[in-house]
């Protein structure tokens, strides 16, 4: 009997020992993590912010489609943020207010009137108002492996009325409990009896916490008890309100395609486009409904199931006396008017992916998918639009539209911020990124560059200077010919310096790419940007090699900047999850080419557009808007390229066959006209012709390099780098007249 006694004692001994050391183990394993709150948050991703004031030039049209990518929804009256009342060019918007590094912009009702394309009345309760911001366009995020997403909240941001609701529905003992609750248990034991199997928990809101931060979804006796300890060790070291909050941000609401939506700040923001601050009573009753079943009762699928549950949450939200019986009247009759915009990473994958690459060069891949991050671009919604649209409409109505595919890129001139960014006619899917990873010939693309090499040295190059348009053959290899043509197939003699680059005459250039040397031109394109291994070979005058849109738009955003080196800038501001500013992307520039001779580098590319190979641009564009650009041509029509700026825009594009097939497309038959339909709707600022310090204009012979006198036959008006412009003077007949150009009108302006 004493034997039995002692192995008894021996026996209770150890189990209090093991469990003692069991109870360590999952005290450490709570204390260890929630306390740090290691969430996996995505990073976010936002468009620039659409700012406002007096004199801005927008279009009632581009108001409206902000305010429709942001979710703003029609309505008679305004009672809520996010709401927009549109009468023509009159908006009274209700905003949402956003919380930028620099200020907070609150939620407020602002009449908006537009009159002819400019903001001419911008107030707030009969006061003007001098600059606002609305809230930035989330484009996408970068998400975890397992998909998880969720806005952290804090417990005072959250409407007292839902967490009262909360608590009626799933925990009415909460702040009174220790983590369990007998009755709870009691209840769910007898159905689990009455089922034969385990079908309820009997949960309080701590032990729901417990099983989805620390347990595996299986219903076992053991999870249980694991489950049942861990809620009680939760309860001895956290206050009631860390709980809550945590429970707040961990909750499962509901699914977005292989995103899985956690917590009420992220659900508001999926079913509602609102903040969870912001949310009506009968928005707060249906999250809190879905709780049960995120699936079952998911509102964009099974409307009258999600209705019976909200409904059910606000009766017994007036039961307890957290509302009233007028408040319950007025709830239960509100529709459901859930937000079924997709906020996932789907909207803009092509620009998410060049911010992610972006982001790729500073930041691990597990900071990016965990910390939270609020990543800001300079992601222009308005004009990604324009130029979806201009590829679409023009891709659409070529001949084997069908095999084509098309990207583009879109700069600001002054700054090299990224605004837009076409990667494949499917816009809409992630895929492959033309714009970035499309490897293509540039053909005529790259000609700018030796004609910037050779005015380099203005004491032999100018733009009157002659050059030989005629065959050429260089012996390559391994005594390999090459002996390139015209793409007509005829040949000009000497023809102006201009004349080569404007009418892209591929003898002309070749042969002056030879003379200026290989050497040289690496040179040039590495001052414009250019990074990437080039093919020392003659070919390279003609754009032998594999370059992307992305690659193209670095070195004209260096000419279009009359030669400054500016790194194209996509990504703006990044802040913590906490709203603290990390890291700022300031402008920066170098000066790599001298201002007078980019100057005459841009007069051709002018004249490109006026006279030359893109002159059908003003087949779309108004005559009197100024732009510069390039066609490009690859054998066999392949690649269809244009790369050109307006005093505010640049943009390059192309169009081509995955394939490598042949188009039958032309630079000026293809991309141009993306292009220019693109730029007709978006470009505001028109080239300014500004003539710098160092050149002067004069009147010389077209064909002779020659001065002449402005009134003779075939006279034209050119810049020159002061000092170089030709010695010879050249005498002609009264009867002659003066040749009239696009240059001349630039002065008479």
Same mark, same amino acid.
């Given at each position: 009997?004493?034997?039995?006694?002692?192995?008894?004692?021996?026996?209770?001994?150890?189990?209090?020992?093991?469990?003692?050391?069991?109870?360590?183990?999952?005290?450490?394993?709570?204390?260890?993590?929630?306390? /740090?709150?290691?969430?996996?948050?995505?990073?976010? =991703?936002?468009?620039?912010?659409?700012?406002?004031?007096?004199?801005?030039?927008?279009?009632?049209?581009?108001?409206?489609? *902000?305010?429709?990518?942001?979710?703003?929804?029609?309505?008679?009256?305004?009672?809520?943020?996010?709401?927009?009342? #549109?009468?023509?060019?009159?908006?009274?918007?209700?905003?949402?207010?956003?919380?930028?590094?620099?200020?907070?912009?609150?939620?407020?009702?602002?009449?908006?009137?537009?009159?002819?394309?400019?903001?001419?009345?911008?107030?707030?309760?009969?006061?003007?108002?001098?600059?606002?911001?609305?809230?930035?366009?989330?484009?996408?995020?970068?998400?975890?492996?397992?998909?998880?997403?969720?806005?952290? &909240?804090?417990?005072?941001?959250?409407?007292?009325?839902?967490?009262?609701?909360?608590?009626?529905?799933?925990?009415?003992?909460?702040?009174?409990?220790?983590?369990?609750?007998?009755?709870?248990?009691?209840?769910?034991?007898?159905?689990?009896?009455?089922?034969?199997?385990? =079908?309820?928990?009997?949960?309080?809101?701590?032990?729901? @916490?417990?099983?989805?931060?620390?347990?595996?979804?299986?219903?076992?006796?053991?999870?249980?008890?694991?489950?049942?300890?861990?809620?009680?060790?939760?309860?001895?070291?956290?206050?009631?309100?860390?709980?809550?909050?945590?429970?707040?941000?961990?909750?499962?609401?509901?699914?977005?395609?292989?995103?899985?939506?956690?917590?009420?700040?992220?659900?508001?923001?999926?079913?509602?486009?609102?903040?969870?601050?912001?949310?009506?009573?009968?928005?707060?009753?249906?999250?809190?409904?879905?709780?049960?079943?995120?699936?079952?009762?998911?509102?964009?699928?099974?409307?009258?199931?999600?209705?019976?549950?909200?409904?059910?949450?606000?009766?017994?939200?007036?039961?307890?006396?957290?509302?009233?019986?007028?408040?319950?009247?007025?709830?239960?009759?509100?529709?459901?008017?859930?937000?079924?915009?997709?906020?996932?990473?789907?909207?803009?994958?092509?620009?998410?992916?060049?911010?992610?690459?972006?982001?790729?060069?500073?930041?691990?891949?597990?900071?990016? $998918? $965990?910390?939270?991050?609020?990543?800001?671009?300079?992601?222009?919604?308005?004009?990604?639009?324009?130029?979806?649209?201009?590829?679409?409409? =023009?891709?659409?109505?070529?001949?084997?539209?069908?095999?084509? /595919?098309?990207?583009?890129?879109?700069?600001?001139?002054? +700054?090299?911020? =990224?605004?837009?960014?076409?990667?494949?006619?499917?816009?809409?899917?992630?895929?492959?990124?033309?714009?970035?990873?499309?490897?293509?010939?540039?053909?005529?693309?790259?000609?700018?560059?030796?004609?910037?090499?050779?005015?380099?040295?203005?004491?032999?190059?100018?733009?009157?200077?002659?050059?030989?348009?005629?065959?050429?053959?260089?012996?390559?290899?391994?005594?390999?010919?090459?002996?390139?043509?015209?793409?007509?197939?005829? +040949?000009?003699?000497? &023809?102006?310096? #201009?004349?080569?680059?404007?009418?892209?005459?591929?003898?002309?250039?070749?042969?002056?790419?030879?003379?200026?040397?290989?050497?040289?031109?690496?040179?040039?394109?590495?001052?414009?940007?250019?990074?990437?291994?080039?093919?020392?070979?003659?070919?390279?005058?003609?754009?032998?090699?594999?370059?992307?849109?992305?690659?193209?738009?670095?070195?004209?955003?260096?000419?279009? !900047?009359? %030669?400054?080196?500016?790194?194209?800038? +996509?990504?703006?501001?990044? @802040?913590?999850?906490?709203?603290?500013? @990390?890291?700022?992307?300031?402008?920066?520039?170098?000066? $790599?080419?001298?201002?007078?001779?980019?100057?005459?580098?841009?007069?051709?590319?002018?004249? !490109?557009?006026?006279? %030359?190979?893109?002159?059908?641009?003003?087949?779309?564009?108004?005559?009197?808007?100024?732009?510069?650009?390039?066609?490009?041509?690859?054998?066999? %029509?392949?690649?269809?390229?244009?790369?050109?700026?307006?005093?505010?825009?640049?943009?390059?594009?192309?169009? %081509?066959?995955?394939?490598?097939?042949?188009? +039958?497309?032309?630079?000026?038959?293809?991309?141009?006209?993306?292009?220019?339909?693109?730029?007709?709707?978006?470009? *505001?600022?028109?080239?300014?012709?500004?003539?710098?310090?160092?050149?002067?204009?004069?009147?010389?012979?077209?064909?002779?390099?020659?001065?002449?006198?402005?009134?003779? /036959?075939?006279?034209?008006?050119?810049?020159?780098?002061?000092?170089?412009?030709?010695?010879?003077?050249?005498?002609?007949?009264?009867?002659?007249?003066?040749?009239?150009?696009?240059?001349?009108?630039?002065?008479?302006?």
């Amino acid at each position: 009997m004493v034997f039995k006694k002692k192995s008894l004692i021996k026996i209770i001994t150890t189990a209090l020992v093991v469990l003692i050391f069991y109870l360590i183990y999952l005290d450490v394993r709570i204390t260890d993590s929630f306390s /740090e709150n290691l969430w996996e948050v995505p990073a976010r =991703v936002y468009a620039r912010p659409l700012e406002l004031y007096s004199g801005l030039s927008i279009s009632s049209s581009d108001l409206s489609l *902000e305010l429709k990518w942001l979710g703003y929804k029609k309505v008679k009256t305004l009672d809520n943020p996010g709401q927009v009342i #549109r009468r023509g060019n009159l908006f009274l918007i209700y905003t949402r207010g956003f919380g930028f590094a620099d200020e907070n912009e609150i939620a407020r009702k602002v009449k908006i009137r537009i009159r002819d394309n400019f903001i001419t009345e911008l107030s707030s309760k009969n006061n003007n108002i001098e600059l606002m911001r609305l809230e930035p366009l989330e484009i996408g995020a970068i998400y975890p492996a397992h998909g998880e997403d969720r806005l952290l &909240v804090r417990l005072r941001d959250v409407p007292p009325t839902l967490i009262d609701g909360l608590l009626a529905i799933e925990d009415q003992a909460f702040q009174k409990h220790l983590g369990f609750s007998f009755k709870g248990i009691f209840r769910a034991l007898i159905q689990n009896l009455t089922s034969g199997k385990v =079908v309820s928990g009997g949960s309080t809101i701590t032990q729901q @916490l417990v099983k989805n931060y620390y347990l595996t979804p299986e219903r076992t006796l053991l999870r249980k008890i694991n489950e049942l300890f861990m809620a009680i060790l939760l309860e001895f070291h956290y206050t009631k309100s860390q709980i809550l909050e945590n429970y707040l941000n961990e909750i499962y609401l509901g699914q977005d395609g292989r995103r899985a939506i956690h917590g009420f700040g992220l659900a508001a923001k999926h079913y509602f486009n609102k903040p969870l601050a912001q949310l009506g009573l009968h928005e707060q009753a249906l999250l809190i409904g879905i709780i049960k079943g995120p699936s079952f009762y998911n509102p964009k699928k099974h409307k009258d199931r999600a209705i019976e549950r909200r409904n059910l949450v606000l009766d017994k939200m007036q039961e307890l006396g957290v509302i009233s019986s007028e408040e319950l009247l007025v709830t239960k009759s509100m529709p459901l008017q859930v937000n079924f915009l997709s906020i996932r990473s789907g909207n803009f994958p092509a620009y998410l992916d060049l911010v992610h690459r972006q982001l790729s060069l500073e930041y691990q891949e597990r900071d990016l $998918t $965990t910390l939270g991050l609020n990543i800001f671009t300079n992601f222009d919604p308005i004009l990604q639009d324009k130029l979806e649209n201009s590829s679409q409409t =023009v891709l659409q109505n070529l001949p084997g539209s069908a095999e084509l /595919e098309t990207s583009s890129i879109v700069t600001r001139v002054d +700054t090299g911020e =990224v605004v837009a960014l076409v990667g494949g006619k499917a816009n809409r899917y992630a895929g492959f990124n033309r714009a970035l990873d499309a490897r293509r010939p540039a053909g005529s693309l790259l000609k700018p560059a030796i004609y910037l090499a050779a005015l380099e040295d203005p004491s032999t190059y100018t733009l009157a200077t002659l050059i030989e348009d005629i065959p050429l053959t260089v012996k390559g290899p391994g005594g390999k010919l090459w002996q390139p043509q015209n793409f007509d197939r005829k +040949t000009r003699g000497k &023809v102006p310096l #201009r004349e080569g680059l404007s009418q892209s005459l591929n003898l002309a250039t070749a042969r002056l790419g030879m003379t200026v040397g290989l050497d040289k031109l690496l040179d040039v394109l590495r001052r414009l940007g250019l990074e990437q291994p080039v093919p020392l070979v003659p070919s390279l005058t003609l754009g032998a090699g594999e370059y992307s849109p992305y690659t193209m738009a670095t070195l004209y955003q260096s000419i279009a !900047s009359g %030669g400054f080196q500016l790194p194209l800038r +996509t990504i703006r501001q990044i @802040l913590d999850s906490r709203g603290k500013p @990390l890291r700022r992307f300031p402008l920066t520039y170098d000066r $790599t080419f001298n201002l007078s001779t980019m100057h005459l580098l841009q007069y051709i590319l002018r004249e !490109s557009v006026r006279t %030359g190979t893109g002159k059908s641009v003003y087949y779309t564009l108004d005559k009197n808007f100024d732009v510069a650009g390039k066609t490009g041509t690859t054998n066999d %029509g392949r690649d269809s390229w244009f790369a050109g700026f307006s005093g505010d825009l640049l943009a390059v594009t192309w169009i %081509g066959r995955d394939d490598n097939g042949a188009t +039958t497309l032309t630079g000026a038959t293809g991309a141009l006209k993306i292009w220019a339909k693109f730029m007709n709707s978006a470009a *505001e600022r028109s080239l300014i012709y500004r003539m710098p310090e160092g050149v002067e204009v004069h009147w010389v012979d077209e064909y002779s390099s020659t001065i002449r006198d402005g009134f003779c /036959e075939n006279s034209i008006l050119l810049p020159f780098i002061s000092g170089t412009q030709p010695a010879e003077y050249r005498k002609c007949v009264a009867r002659d007249s003066a040749k009239k150009s696009w240059f001349q009108s630039l002065f008479r302006r």
